[in-house]
């Protein structure tokens, strides 16, 4: 089956740095990815939709300087949070369609905690 | 817009009893249905999909049936086991890009 990887599986960063999350469909090629950002014990909060070769679409109340969202090449996707905070501590999962339409099966990452000190 | 709302958890189980988590979903076109389950600290995982009406999604003994007439995907095992322990999600999609809503998870204990 199709297969997302993240990287890294898990960072500390202190306060004020920036850090870099890679999402990559390993056997198939994706023209949309998707950032979530997902809270404690709460369901999945869709961040922006990242198409391949164009900006990312930034979901209402989601900062687009802060959320970098690169979609350089049909596999890689990545997420870069700027000047973090304590509060952007959270797990980070993103997702792959192989293709468009609401049918098509969207390939989840196995997700990146990231914890800001 | 389009939303999905899932019954509210902890569900707490003996092993082998049977599990119902109620789903519902609004949508201003025929969206797709999916439950995703997610094990501790991992990703979401796909569990079973319905992609239109009177569709029986299954995997694994869970089983959902997509009813247009209730707007619901309720989904459904016989015989839990402790290793099905994990949050359920409920999910839609319309949205030509692929865009999914999330209903708020359910959290399921089996216990021995």
Known sequence: GAVVSQ???????????????????????????????????????????????????????????????NHASLTLSTLTV???????????????????????????????????? | GDSVTQMEGPVTLSEEAFLTINCTYTATGYPSLFWYVQYPGEGLQLLLKATKADDKGSNKGFEATYRKETTSFHLEKGSVQVSDSAVYFCSSKTDSWGKLQFGAGTQVVVTP
């Open chain 1, 82 to 117: 700027t000047s973090a905070h304590p509060e952007d501590s959270s797990f980070y999962i993103c997702s792959a369609n192989p293709g468009q339409g609401a049918s098509y099966e969207q390939y989840f990452g196995p997700g990146t905690r990231l914890t800001v000190t």
């Open chain 1, 7 to 69: 990287h890294p599986s898990w960072v500390i960063c202190k306060s004020g740095t920036s850090v870099k999350i890679e999402c990559r469909s390993l056997d198939f090629q994706a023209t949309t990815m998707f950032w979530y950002r997902q809270f404690p014990k709460q369901s999945l909060m869709l961040m922006a939709t990242s198409n391949e070769g164009s900006k990312a679409t930034y979901e209402q109340g989601v900062e687009k300087d802060k959320f970098l969202i």
